[in-house]
């Protein structure tokens, strides 16, 4: 019956079918997303955008001004960095909303090194040509940061990576292990005047995802491994680490600063600067902020000491990529190359602090060509074992999870750990681990409301 | 099909009956034909909110066309007689194209249906990740940024697979934003976040209709704005020390709501010793509160106006961080006024987050008690649709229509905010929202832009052109590190760039100068010569640190010199401090001799003020500012301070 009814109209049949396989399929096709794009307006030049220079002289700007010197007679070749933001948030939206809209403005993206993958999975950016493969001389350990599905998509521009900075006279012995640091941290409140025992940063921001990974890492935790979320198989160390940081115990039962629930690496590095806190967990720029200091020498000797910190650090660092939206991704190319060859990146770590992305730069530290009085004074010895102890400290280090939605994984891993950590929240850390591999993995993220970590 | 036509006439009950069976029949076919219909449609707008919504519309559909096609079969004959009977002669031409359109609507409602049903539950089934949000850049008054925040994050939470990424980033000056537009703002290489910030904003939601007016009214080549209404209504009010209220209640002699020059002279007649107000130079809040104080003459003419508000001691940059800097302060019996927008007033007396330095929950400051006044304006926050050329697509003005219509339905509200007509919230303030509760509402007027133009015009007037040197301290000490992160030097040439960006007027000239001792060099250079503000952001960039310490007392004495000839001048001196040794204290006495001008030192190392000896050793012939962790604009406001006056005190 229902056959004669539809054979009757067999016209109206077939155009109801092609509507619907249609109806189907376009939404599905991967030129809908085109939809509403204004064309690219273009620009003179390579632009190179990222980040603020924070290093004193602007040493990344003086790197582009020498590129542009080479290629004078060039203007295609002519670059300019453009410096978002200080605040990685923000720089983040921009990158990504100039990305999202196909934007041509970017040639080079100046990505954190967490990024890269979700701007990998986006397309925003191209795999990188390596027409005689990777450079041996880049830190192998940087490779994973800037690989998505086992393509190159940057180059690594700089490193970054947690030390642990001590008064001289606070510690013993290198600590065996973050147990024993904080210890060490805890009777240095007790036995040597210090106010606090262990400066980390658990405040609500990038920072605070950093000093827990490393915290739950000290104590033998872990949250992924590989690409899978094992917090859950980790019930107990991550108790131990909770434990440290519970606002109950007393000052001298408790290595860590009672302020990591809202301290940021500025925070840090003033109590540090006060002789507030023996020691503290900050990346390598903190060295040159105390190093100028006056009080924090003994006439031409430094009264802290840096080394890699007790347990595994977070790596993070730079990376530049070439923007899939460039109409110069070869002049782009050649930039990237440029910017990261050695003599760049001897110049980056003696200039400009910047921790090197290649083995040449760890083992031969020059001194920088424009070095200043007060940089002779930091002392090239000092600068030496700053780069031995950084190196040691990537070997040991870890990336963050790899994975497009990581910003997201991020902000609900913080939000559960601070929730655990300072407002004594109970852990299902079963619903906890759900929630994060639904974040991972960019699923929909369910949690009852009223318990938003289970 | 067959006819079944039914005997006409018959017996009145069962023809009823009859008649109402056809219509009951008509009514579910009718039912039948729609549903999978709407349910396409329904499914096209929710395809891109929610991908489960669509699986779940899908399978309703296909319900539905299946039950309608079981139903069709079974009642063929029935639907053809209502067809032949709806209509005589025509009926049968309209009865084929009914059942072509049936027949068309339900084949592709099936297969539309079950594909559509397919790839959601593969998707669901399979792993199911959420499309990747888009990131939406939303720049606002840093007085709004806390709400901003609040709303954007409780809007992206309201969907599992969230569709956007919102960034709500804090604007500067009424100025600054309009130069931001017409220079494509991110063109200028270390512009930064301070001067024409980088981040292309989607969004722009300023305090005010009138500025938006006057935004869009200026070119702006590659970028298109649209004012899309109103989303909310704060209005200015006073906000007194509560240990004045009741010499003030009497003093008004009951009446609510003043005119803003009766309160604030009953405050003055009443103990209020200091009036606060963001700083024009900076904060648009600062400059559209002018806009009241000039047309009240509540202070007095413009000059005496600027004179008799705010002090080097609280940072002006805006509402926000003034409330913040008093929340800190220690209270003390003195009483004073800050004239702000309600829901910022609001937000300091209920310790809520102000701008991003004073978090919440936050208390202390001196309690203050709010005063409405019946002359002032009100701000009325229009959303700006911003579309830079080669940025936009459907999706992203489809996530901006969505934001928006979601901002429209009173979502401030819960911030401390009025609505757009300027009635208050009433509901619970509940998880960390603030509803202002029952109090009248306060009728509408927004600043106009005649109005803007206007205040600016007189605020500018206020000030006579300066001769501005800013002198840099390029030695390598400025090398070193700030407990905050980046150099000195790099905050210096921050603070330098904010203020040639907002505090520098048109009609004043700059010079620039760098001091460091080079060999073969003069200590003190002349790096750029006296000119407009725009010759000196280049500059700037193109200064590194190099060579050593010279005598701080030098740099000061040189700089001074250079402006003897000019009558209104200002001397900045950016340094990390000098020393004793360097700056013996004998050498004091004849510097504070020569100098006729008062020149201001920035602190942006780790001496401070009280501690350096140098600078104490001179006295009050300088005036000297800690940088300490203040954000730019802050050390700006306090360097160019109208109650300071120009060269002097």
Same mark, same amino acid.
């Given at each position: ?11 109206a049949?077939l ?23 204004t ?13 603020t ?7 990344? %700007? ?15 070749l ?24 196909h ?6 993206l100046?990505l954190d ?31 994973p ?31 065996a ?25 658990l ?30 198989a980790?019930?107990t ?48 720029y ?8 006056p ?35 070869? %002049?782009?190319?050649r ?5 990261t060859?050695?003599?760049? %990146? ?8 910047f ?21 002779q004074?930091?002392? %090239? ?16 280090a ?43 993995s ?10 938003p970590?289970? | 099909?067959?006819s ?7 017996p ?16 579910w076919?009718?039912?039948v ?25 899908w399978?309703?559909?296909v ?58 539950? *593969?998707?669901a ?5 959420c ?13 709004n ?16 697979c ?9 604007s ?33 939601? +300023?305090?005010?209709?009138?500025? #938006?007016?006057r ?15 109103? $989303?909310?209504?704060?209005?200015? *009010? ?46 648009? $809040? ?22 008799? @508000?705010?002090?080097?001691d ?22 004073? #006024?800050?004239?702000? +927008? ?30 409405q006044?019946?002359?002032?304006r ?8 911003v ?21 429209g ?13 300027g ?14 509760? +029952?109090?009248p ?30 002198a ?5 000490s ?44 003069p ?22 640190p ?8 030098d740099? $000061? ?10 009558p ?34 920035? @602190? ?5 003020c ?40």
């Amino acid at each position: 019956m229902l056959e004669r009814y539809l054979g009757r109209h067999r016209t109206a049949t077939l155009a109801g079918l092609v509507f619907g396989v249609l109806a189907v399929l376009v939404p599905l096709a991967p030129w809908s997303d085109s939809a509403g794009r204004t064309p690219c307006p273009g620009h003179a030049g390579l632009v190179v955008a990222g980040g603020t220079d924070v290093s004193a002289s602007s040493e990344r %700007q003086a790197l582009i001004r020498k590129w542009n010197a080479q290629h004078q007679d060039d203007p295609d070749l002519q670059a300019r960095l453009v410096e978002i933001s200080g605040l990685a948030d923000l720089q983040r939206a921009q990158l990504a909303a100039a990305s999202e809209a196909h934007g041509c403005d970017y040639d080079v993206l100046e990505l954190d090194a967490p990024w890269t993958a979700e701007f990998a999975e986006r397309k925003a950016i191209v795999p990188f040509p390596l027409p005689h493969g990777w450079d041996p001389d880049f830190l192998r350990e940087l490779r994973p940061s800037v690989t998505w599905h086992g393509r190159v998509y940057a180059l690594p521009f700089n490193a970054d990576v947690g030390l642990l900075y001590y008064w001289n006279d606070a510690r013993r012995q290198p600590p065996a292990g973050l147990p024993d640091l904080l210890g060490q941290a805890a009777g240095a409140v007790g036995g040597r005047g210090f106010e606090a025992g262990y400066s980390l940063q658990l405040a609500d921001y990038e920072g605070g995802t950093v000093n827990a990974l490393e915290l739950i890492w000290g104590f033998g935790g872990d949250v992924v491994h590989g690409d899978r979320v094992v917090i859950d198989a980790y019930a107990t160390p991550i108790r131990s680490a909770l434990a440290a940081l519970h606002a109950d115990l007393p000052p001298q039962g408790r290595g860590v600063d009672r302020t990591a629930a809202d301290a940021t690496e500025a925070s840090s590095i003033q109590a540090f600067e006060d002789h507030g806190v023996a020691f503290m967990r900050n990346w390598p720029y903190a060295f040159r902020v105390l190093a100028a200091d006056p009080q924090m020498r003994a006439g031409t000797r430094l009264r802290f000491g840096v080394s890699p910190l007790p347990g595994p650090s977070v790596l993070g660092g730079q990376n530049l990529a070439i923007s899939a939206y460039s109409r110069k991704q070869d %002049q782009a190319r050649r930039l990237i190359e440029f910017l990261t060859d050695r003599d760049a %990146q001897a110049e980056l770590f003696a200039c400009g602090g910047f921790a090197p992305t290649r083995e040449s730069a760890y083992q031969a530290p020059r001194p920088c060509p424009r070095s200043s009085p007060s940089e002779q004074q930091i002392g %090239q010895a000092d600068l030496a074992q700053l780069a031995s102890q950084i190196r040691q400290a990537i070997a040991r280090a870890r990336p963050r999870p790899v994975t497009p939605a990581y910003q997201v994984f991020s902000e609900v891993f913080r939000r559960c750990f601070r929730a655990a950590a300072f407002q004594s929240a109970d852990v299902d850390y079963t619903a906890f681990a759900r929630l994060l591999r639904a974040a991972y993995s960019g699923r929909p993220v369910r949690s009852d409301p009223r318990r938003p970590c289970g | 099909m067959t006819s079944d036509r039914s005997p006409a006439g018959g017996p009145g009950r069962s023809r009823l009956l009859r008649e109402l069976l056809d219509v009951i029949t008509n009514l579910w076919q009718l039912l039948v034909f729609l549903i999978p219909v709407a349910g396409i449609g329904a499914a096209l707008v929710l395809r891109h909110l929610d991908q489960i919504s669509i699986a779940l519309t899908w399978v309703i559909a296909v319900a539905s066309s299946l039950s309608g096609l079981a139903v069709l079969a079974r009642e063929k004959d029935t639907i053809a007689n209502w067809l032949r009977g709806w209509v005589d002669g025509a009926g049968a031409q309209l009865s084929r194209l009914a059942r072509s359109l049936l027949a068309f609507g339900l084949t592709a409602a099936l297969v539309a249906g079950l594909g559509w049903a397919a790839t959601g539950t *593969v998707a669901a089934v399979f792993g199911g990740s959420c499309a990747p949000p888009i990131d939406l850049r939303v720049l606002t008054a840093p007085e709004n940024l806390t709400a901003l925040r609040r709303a954007a994050a409780e809007y992206t939470a309201k969907a599992r697979c969230r569709p956007v990424r919102i960034t709500v980033a804090a604007s500067g000056s009424i100025l600054n934003v309009a130069s931001g537009f017409q220079n494509g703002w991110y063109s200028v290489p270390g512009a930064g976040e301070d001067g024409r910030g980088a981040l292309q904003p989607d969004i722009l939601i +300023p305090a005010s209709s009138g500025e #938006a007016g006057r935004l869009l009214a200026a070119p702006h080549p590659g970028v298109r704005l649209t004012d899309e209404g109103s $989303i909310g209504s704060s209005p200015l *009010v006073v906000g007194i020390s509560s240990s004045a209220s009741d010499d003030l209640r009497n003093a008004l002699a009951g009446r609510d709501r003043p005119r803003l020059g009766e309160l604030l002279d009953a405050a003055r007649r009443n103990g209020v010793q200091r009036t606060f107000r963001a700083s024009p130079d900076v904060s648009e $809040i600062g400059a559209l509160a002018d806009v009241d104080l000039y047309t009240s003459g509540a202070l007095g003419d413009p000059r005496a106006t600027e004179h008799a @508000l705010g002090s080097a001691d609280l940072p002006l940059s805006d509402s926000a961080a003034l409330l913040c800097a008093l929340r800190r302060r220690p209270v003390t019996p003195e009483r004073l #006024a800050v004239i702000a +927008p309600e829901q910022v007033l609001e937000d300091y007396g209920h310790g809520r987050a102000l701008g991003t330095t004073c978090p919440a929950p936050g208390g202390g400051g001196p309690p203050l008690a709010v005063y409405q006044v019946s002359d002032a304006r009100v701000f009325d926050y229009p959303f700006i649709r911003v579309t830079w050329d080669g940025q936009s697509s459907a999706r992203r003005t489809h996530e901006i229509d969505d934001f928006r219509r979601w901002l429209g339905h009173s979502r401030l509200r819960g911030e401390a905010f009025r609505d757009t007509a300027g009635r208050a919230g009433t509901a619970d303030s509940t998880d960390g929202r603030l509803y202002l509760g +029952p109090r009248p509402r306060v009728a509408v007027r927004p600043y106009r832009r005649a109005e803007i133009d206007d205040a600016l015009t007189r605020f500018a007037q206020v000030r006579p052109p300066l001769h501005i040197v800013l002198a840099l301290d390029v030695s390598g000490s400025m090398s070193g590190g700030r407990s905050q992160g980046g150099s000195r030097f790099t905050y210096a040439v921050q603070v330098a760039r904010a203020a040639a960006q907002t505090a520098v007027h048109d009609t004043d000239t700059v010079e620039l100068d760098a001091f460091s001792r080079i060999q073969g060099q003069p200590g003190v250079r002349l790096a750029v010569p006296p000119g407009p503000r725009g010759s000196i952001g280049t500059a700037l960039d193109g200064l590194t640190p190099q060579g050593s310490d010279i005598p701080l007392y030098d740099a $000061i004495g040189d700089a001074a010199a250079r402006v003897a000839a000019y009558p209104q001048a200002v001397v900045v001196v950016f340094t990390d401090g000098g020393s004793e040794a360097a700056d013996p204290r004998a050498r004091a006495a004849p510097l504070k001799r020569a100098l006729k001008t008062r020149p201001v030192v920035v @602190l942006t190392g780790t001496d401070t003020c009280a501690g350096s000896a140098a600078i104490k050793a001179l006295g009050t012939s300088v005036r000297c500012v800690d940088a300490g962790d203040r954000q730019p604009s802050d050390v700006v406001t306090s360097v160019f301070d109208l109650t300071t006056r120009p060269g002097g005190g």
